[in-house]
């Protein structure tokens, strides 16, 4: 269909205020924060259920591309396109339409901001647990889409572990609902298929989740070390000795310096890496686990374990956390965002290899991680302009990812495949494990209409990052 | 068109070998599923041998139980067919055990209790309680989502499978997820499976999460005197920050059952509400010290109970579902699902419904999960459990919930759906089960809505 009559039928079903298709509007929208690729034909923003079943109806009709889209905070851009077509934004969609504290369940539309949950519940004494660092922006409906993690999923597990119910509208128009208020329905589990499927097999128009008490007590602390290898052994012997933070990060020399000259969040400049761990629940078993934690720290030859005394220092240790990724924005022009997942036990060599990698290809790489369970992100700092040094970077990113398949892991663990990873999943599924993938895909999804390009392997660029670093970072 | 025997026995034969097929009653009596009896027993010993059985199956026509343990086989509606039980005991490796990483890799056949016995040397275990312990096997666990009180604390084995390899009717094993915590590649296949009962594909390899077993654990019991202290006590709990491991409420009839294994006094005659804490000494104070102040609020008085009693009483409570009906063929097994806020009211009826048959129940309920198991014995004579049961599911489906059929004589099962209402995803769980098993012989008929 052409672009005009498009939008003439678009602005039939949802009127004129939300529909964009001026070319400097549709432009915001070819971004998230992992790249930009193309240019939506428009961008719609409904507001009901009805309203999506007629744009998904009309979209196959017309055989034009959806694309379903949160706050555009996601890393792997799952919310951008790849061949035009429709975005529908479920910005608008933001309504919490049920909060039922007794039986610790909470009922929203796709566009509700992960934190405004929580500060809804929050004077019942309840909170929504999955955290993914961009939580003051991003909605439930991109954080089921993805997955998403956070650092408090170490203790409580990521999204899909706190999704209980779904309304989806599938590629047909049909909307079902999956799951719901209980732990259990009878049936195949569709919400755990659907969490994670990154809008590729229906668009979810409202979720239900559960919503846990907030603990009595927290204890946060900064263990702080000369050598990188003492942080990494610390944060296995945690592990290994069976104490369960309900955080435990880790911030490499550089990236912390950054983050302390943006935020003065305490941390020591001259340090080679801090750990940030949390420990929450009863006050009795906090107040155990933390002395447990300083004497594994004391062990590892850690320099000194500083505790938050005061919530609002609590609120500094997590804030020099939350915005690692804004303060290595201002000493690099660029920087790439990775995501592996690696045995926990792998970390001091892992984090060794990841230093090789940097030398080899003449790349600054900070680290920083959710180091309880496994999940890197090492930060792959560059200049767009510079286009050798960009290619290096996606090789870097590329061997990285490489080594985590090989030491038993994952290519993400939290901000999924979109366009990013597609064609690197030969490196953790075989042939048969992708068809029976591809096969789940075209059953929901048979036209392909529904964000085309994302999570599978195109087979364009066999075993390669497909994304152009730099344009968005 | 039936397939030749001779067929069926060479081909079997030539995929696991002559000594790994078994034929008739003596073998397969044990493998009955509702009363059906299979022609033959397979015991693959390995996944691509588990493959190449369902492979030979479909292109046959022959239809498929997977087994494990045996433990669950009541689950479910009467097979429409029975030819091959696809028996996993022989496939028992440890793939993978990395005790500093809580992680380990098994073979289906692997029995829990194995597994937990290879756990406990290290301090680890897999924090499940699930009914039928005793025989379960991983892969029967993962495959029907079992889980008992400890679901409290910890979940189900939804939230411990990393990954898991899956033998299809294609004859493929493929694999979804992973061995480590947190992983997001690909659509989460695993989730499919887990809770699926063998309907789509059988699962021949599992990944799983290990948690450190708790220092020391303490049983204490709240007598509840009514369903509306049990509420409140419910409420008072959860909106507690204990976090207990286990909270079950047993009705009356249950306690009388329960007490006696925890070699506590007399029957209690009233319902209670018991609770498990786990962790240090001084946790395990503090919730004695609240639970004491919460009791007190409502007029409940708090028990203790020894360490080998609370023990013994928690297997039975968790293995409730399965004695129940072993110990009256003629009682019926049912479970609920519910919002949490919903239990007392949901038990207080069906007592009253049933009560107005001539029909006891007795209940445990998992409070703080919205779990209820219920046992229906009726009186001599007349039969009212078909309308008893078909209004329970319509009052529990009204409340958002829903009532599951875990065990019960054949005859009932042919008149009622074991699952109840299937919802709206129906159809697109059909259209997943003729795409995973096209010729439909895995336990065909068995699941929700007739798959």
Same mark, same amino acid.
């Given at each position: 269909?052409?672009?005009?009559?498009?939008?003439?039928?678009?602005?039939?079903?949802?009127?004129?205020?939300?529909?964009?298709?001026?070319?400097?509007?549709?432009?915001?929208?070819?971004?998230?924060?992992?790249?930009?690729?193309?240019?939506?034909?428009?961008?719609?923003?409904?507001?009901?259920?009805?309203?999506?079943?007629?744009?998904?109806?009309?979209?196959?009709?017309?055989?034009?591309?959806?694309?379903?889209?949160?706050?555009?905070?996601?890393?792997?851009?799952?919310?951008?396109?790849?061949?035009?077509?429709?975005?529908?934004?479920?910005?608008?969609?933001?309504?919490?339409?049920?909060?039922?504290?007794?039986?610790?369940?909470?009922?929203?539309?796709?566009?509700?901001?992960?934190?405004?949950?929580?500060?809804?519940?929050?004077?019942?004494?309840?909170?929504?647990?999955?955290?993914?660092?961009?939580?003051?922006?991003?909605?439930?409906?991109?954080?089921?889409?993805?997955?998403?993690?956070?650092?408090?999923?170490?203790?409580?597990?990521?999204?899909?572990?706190?999704?209980?119910?779904?309304?989806?509208?599938?590629?047909?128009?049909?909307?079902?609902?999956?799951?719901?208020?209980?732990?259990?329905?009878?049936?195949?589990?569709?919400?755990?298929?659907?969490?994670?499927?990154?809008?590729?097999?229906?668009?979810?128009?409202?979720?239900?989740?559960?919503?846990?008490?907030?603990?009595?007590?927290?204890?946060?602390?900064?263990?702080?070390?000369?050598?990188?290898?003492?942080?990494?052994?610390?944060?296995?012997?945690?592990?290994?000795?069976?104490?369960?933070?309900?955080?435990?990060?880790?911030?490499?020399?550089?990236?912390?310096?950054?983050?302390?000259?943006?935020?003065?969040?305490?941390?020591?400049?001259?340090?080679?890496?801090?750990?940030?761990?949390?420990?929450?629940?009863?006050?009795?078993?906090?107040?155990?686990?933390?002395?447990?934690?300083?004497?594994?720290?004391?062990?590892?030859?850690?320099?000194?374990?500083?505790?938050?005394?005061?919530?609002?220092?609590?609120?500094?240790?997590?804030?020099?956390?939350?915005?690692?990724?804004?303060?290595?924005?201002?000493?690099?022009?660029?920087?790439?965002?990775?995501?592996?997942?690696?045995?926990?036990?792998?970390?001091?060599?892992?984090?060794?290899?990841?230093?090789?990698?940097?030398?080899?290809?003449?790349?600054?790489?900070?680290?920083?991680?959710?180091?309880?369970?496994?999940?890197?992100?090492?930060?792959?700092?560059?200049?767009?302009?510079?286009?050798?040094?960009?290619?290096?970077?996606?090789?870097?990113?590329?061997?990285?990812?490489?080594?985590?398949?090989?030491?038993?892991?994952?290519?993400?663990?939290?901000?999924?495949?979109?366009?990013?990873?597609?064609?690197?999943?030969?490196?953790?599924?075989?042939?048969?494990?992708?068809?029976?993938?591809?096969?789940?895909?075209?059953?929901?999804?048979?036209?392909?209409?529904?964000?085309?390009?994302?999570?599978?392997?195109?087979?364009?660029?066999?075993?390669?990052?497909?994304?152009?670093?730099?344009?968005?970072? | 068109?039936?397939?030749?025997?001779?067929?069926?026995?060479?081909?079997?034969?030539?995929?696991?070998?002559?000594?790994?097929?078994?034929?008739?009653?003596?073998?397969?009596?044990?493998?009955?599923?509702?009363?059906?009896?299979?022609?033959?027993?397979?015991?693959?010993?390995?996944?691509? %041998?588990?493959? %190449?059985?369902?492979?030979?199956?479909?292109?046959?026509?022959?239809?498929?139980?997977?087994?494990?343990?045996?433990?669950?086989?009541?689950?479910?509606?009467?097979?429409?067919?029975?030819?091959?039980?696809?028996? /996993?005991?022989?496939?028992?490796?440890?793939?993978?055990?990395?005790?500093?990483? /809580?992680?380990?890799?098994?073979?289906?056949?692997?029995?829990?209790?194995?597994?937990?016995?290879?756990?406990?040397?290290?301090?680890?275990?897999?924090?499940?309680?699930?009914?039928?312990?005793?025989?379960?096997?991983?892969?029967?666990?993962?495959?029907?989502?079992?889980?008992?009180?400890?679901?409290?604390?910890?979940?189900?084995?939804?939230?411990?499978?990393?990954?898991?390899?899956?033998?299809?009717?294609?004859?493929?094993?493929?694999?979804?997820?992973?061995?480590?915590?947190?992983?997001?590649?690909?659509?989460?296949?695993?989730?499919?499976?887990?809770?699926?009962?063998?309907?789509?594909?059988?699962?021949?390899?599992?990944?799983?999460?290990?948690?450190?077993?708790?220092?020391? !654990?303490?049983?204490?019991?709240?007598?509840?005197?009514? /369903?509306?202290?049990?509420?409140?006590?419910?409420?008072?709990?959860?909106?507690?920050?204990?976090?207990?491991? !286990?909270?079950?409420?047993?009705?009356?009839?249950?306690?009388?059952?329960?007490?006696?294994?925890?070699?506590?006094?007399?029957?209690? !005659?009233?319902?209670?509400?018991?609770?498990?804490?786990?962790?240090?000494?001084?946790?395990?104070?503090?919730?004695?010290?609240?639970?004491?102040?919460?009791?007190?609020?409502?007029?409940?008085?708090?028990?203790?109970?020894?360490?080998?009693?609370?023990?013994?009483?928690?297997?039975?409570?968790?293995?409730?579902?399965?004695?129940?009906?072993?110990?009256?063929?003629?009682?019926?097994?049912?479970?609920?699902?519910?919002?949490?806020?919903?239990?007392?009211?949901?038990?207080?009826?069906?007592?009253?419904?049933?009560?107005?048959?001539?029909?006891?129940?007795?209940?445990?309920?998992?409070?703080?999960?919205?779990?209820?198991?219920?046992?229906?014995?009726?009186?001599?004579?007349?039969?009212?459990?078909?309308?008893?049961?078909?209004?329970?599911?319509?009052?529990?489906?009204?409340?958002?919930?829903?009532?599951?059929?875990?065990?019960?004589?054949?005859?009932?099962?042919?008149?009622?759906?074991?699952?109840?209402?299937?919802?709206?995803?129906?159809?697109?769980?059909?259209?997943?089960?003729?795409?995973?098993?096209?010729?439909?012989?895995?336990?065909?008929?068995?699941?929700?809505?007739?798959?």
């Amino acid at each position: 269909m052409k672009r005009t009559p498009l939008i003439k039928e678009l602005t039939a079903i949802m009127g004129r205020e939300a529909v964009l298709s001026r070319p400097e509007d549709l432009m915001l929208y070819e971004y998230d924060a992992l790249s930009a690729l193309r240019t939506p034909d428009a961008v719609v923003f409904p507001t009901t259920t009805e309203q999506v079943v007629r744009l998904v109806k009309l979209a196959a009709d017309q055989k034009t591309p959806i694309v379903p889209r949160g706050a555009g905070t996601g890393l792997s851009g799952g919310a951008v396109v790849t061949e035009g077509g429709i975005v529908i934004s479920l910005a608008r969609m933001k309504k919490i339409l049920e909060i039922d504290l007794e039986s610790q369940r909470a009922r929203v539309q796709p566009g509700v901001v992960n934190t405004d949950l929580s500060l809804a519940v929050a004077d019942g004494g309840f909170y929504y647990a999955p955290d993914p660092s961009s939580q003051k922006a991003c909605t439930i409906g991109g954080n089921v889409a993805e997955n998403s993690g956070g650092p408090h999923t170490l203790a409580y597990g990521v999204t899909t572990n706190h999704v209980l119910g779904l309304e989806v509208v599938l590629p047909d128009g049909e909307v079902i609902r999956a799951g719901g208020k209980c732990w259990e329905t009878p049936g195949y589990d569709l919400t755990g298929l659907l969490v994670g499927s990154e809008g590729t097999l229906g668009i979810v128009t409202e979720i239900t989740v559960r919503l846990m008490r907030r603990p009595e007590a927290v204890e946060t602390m900064v263990a702080i070390y000369d050598r990188v290898m003492d942080a990494t052994r610390t944060v296995v012997a945690i592990t290994s000795e069976g104490i369960t933070p309900a955080a435990l990060e880790m911030m490499d020399g550089f990236t912390l310096r950054a983050v302390e000259q943006a935020t003065h969040a305490g941390y020591p400049m001259d340090s080679a890496a801090v750990l940030l761990i949390e420990v929450e629940g009863l006050g009795e078993a906090v107040s155990e686990q933390a002395r447990q934690i300083e004497a594994v720290c004391g062990r590892n030859n850690v320099r000194a374990v500083r505790r938050a005394k005061t919530p609002d220092e609590r609120a500094l240790f997590w804030k020099g956390r939350k915005n690692a990724f804004g303060a290595l924005g201002r000493i690099s022009p660029n920087y790439y965002v990775q995501d592996g997942v690696i045995p926990r036990t792998r970390l001091p060599e892992m984090l060794e290899y990841i230093e090789a990698v940097g030398r080899k290809y003449d790349l600054r790489i900070g680290n920083i991680f959710h180091a309880g369970d496994g999940n890197l992100h090492p930060l792959l700092m560059f200049d767009a302009r510079d286009r050798d040094q960009s290619q290096r970077v996606v090789k870097a990113a590329q061997e990285i990812m490489g080594r985590c398949a090989e030491l038993g892991g994952s290519i993400t663990g939290e901000h999924g495949v979109g366009v990013e990873k597609n064609e690197l999943m030969p490196l953790i599924f075989s042939e048969d494990d992708l068809e029976i993938q591809r096969q789940i895909k075209s059953l929901f999804n048979p036209s392909g209409l529904f964000n085309p390009g994302k999570v599978l392997p195109t087979g364009k660029m066999c075993g390669e990052i497909r994304v152009q670093v730099g344009s968005g970072a | 068109m039936a397939i030749a025997a001779d067929v069926v026995r060479a081909g079997f034969a030539g995929i696991v070998g002559e000594s790994q097929v078994l034929y008739g009653e003596p073998a397969c009596a044990g493998l009955r599923v509702d009363g059906r009896l299979p022609r033959c027993v397979v015991y693959p010993t390995s996944a691509e %041998q588990a493959a %190449q059985v369902l492979k030979f199956a479909a292109e046959n026509g022959l239809a498929v139980i997977a087994i494990g343990g045996g433990s669950k086989l009541g689950i479910g509606n009467p097979p429409q067919k029975y030819d091959v039980a696809l028996c /996993l005991r022989d496939m028992k490796k440890t793939l993978h055990y990395e005790p500093a990483d /809580l992680t380990a890799g098994v073979e289906a056949g692997t029995t829990f209790q194995e597994f937990q016995d290879l756990l406990r040397r290290d301090g680890l275990w897999l924090p499940l309680d699930p009914p039928g312990r005793e025989r379960a096997t991983l892969g029967g666990i993962v495959a029907a989502n079992a889980s008992g009180p400890l679901r409290q604390l910890y979940g189900t084995p939804r939230d411990m499978v990393l990954g898991m390899r899956i033998a299809t009717t294609e004859g493929k094993v493929v694999k979804t997820g992973g061995r480590v915590v947190k992983n997001v590649a690909g659509f989460d296949l695993g989730k499919l499976l887990i809770g699926s009962f063998g309907t789509l594909g059988v699962i021949v390899e599992v990944n799983l999460k290990l948690f450190p077993i708790p220092a020391e !654990r303490e049983t204490f019991i709240l007598s509840a005197g009514t /369903l509306g202290i049990a509420r409140d006590l419910r409420r008072r709990i959860l909106n507690s920050p204990l976090e207990p491991a !286990r909270l079950v409420l047993l009705d009356a009839e249950a306690s009388n059952l329960i007490r006696p294994v925890a070699s506590l006094d007399s029957a209690a !005659r009233e319902p209670e509400i018991w609770v498990e804490a786990s962790g240090s000494k001084a946790v395990i104070d503090r919730t004695r010290k609240d639970l004491e102040e919460l009791g007190r609020a409502v007029g409940a008085k708090v028990q203790l109970s020894d360490q080998e009693g609370s023990r013994a009483s928690w297997r039975l409570i968790a293995d409730f579902s399965n004695w129940f009906h072993v110990t009256s063929p003629e009682s019926l097994v049912l479970k609920g699902t519910m919002p949490t806020a919903h239990c007392e009211e949901f038990l207080s009826l069906a007592q009253q419904e049933a009560g107005n048959e001539k029909v006891k129940v007795t209940s445990i309920t998992q409070v703080g999960v919205g779990i209820m198991v219920l046992g229906l014995v009726g009186s001599n004579g007349a039969n009212p459990m078909v309308p008893l049961v078909t209004r329970l599911r319509k009052s529990l489906e009204k409340l958002g919930g829903a009532l599951t059929v875990i065990a019960a004589p054949v005859e009932f099962k042919e008149q009622v759906d074991a699952w109840g209402t299937p919802g709206s995803g129906l159809k697109m769980m059909q259209k997943l089960k003729a795409a995973w098993d096209p010729k439909g012989i895995l336990a065909p008929g068995r699941f929700v809505g007739g798959i």
